[in-house]
């Protein structure tokens, strides 16, 4: 079955970065698209990123756009959020899930908390 191992979150101090990663198994990684959504305390899932199978396309919300980049190794069955110029706002669990991430399991998350 799918299996997906999130890591890398931790306390970071406003501007500061992270590198989250995805350990994927179960599946066909590198025949699938991949997305990186999050929850914040109180508040619903949040699409923010996702990558082509081959990793030559990607897309990002307008909330992260230009700060966060996704990324992945087919090799490795890994998939990867570089997360740069963090804000409190970004605080929440992140999860890695397959393409549509509206109708597939999620790992158990992340936890990153921004904060000074």
């Known amino acids: 079955q799918v299996q997906l191992v999130e890591s890398g979150g931790d306390l970071v101090q406003p501007g500061g970065s992270l590198r989250l990663s995805c350990a994927a198994s179960g599946f066909d990684f590198s025949s699938n698209m991949m997305s990186w959504v999050r929850q914040a305390p109180g508040k619903g899932l949040e699409w923010l990123s996702d990558i082509s199978a081959r990793g030559r396309k990607t897309t990002y919300a307008d909330s992260v756009k230009g700060r966060f980049t996704i990324s992945r190794d087919n090799a490795r069955n890994m998939l990867y959020l570089q997360m740069n110029s963090l804000k409190p706002e970004d605080t929440a669990v992140y999860y890695c899930?397959?393409?549509?991430?509206?109708?597939?399991?999620r790992g158990q998350g992340t936890q990153v908390t921004v904060s000074s």
């Open positions: 899930t397959k393409f549509p991430w509206t109708s597939n399991p």
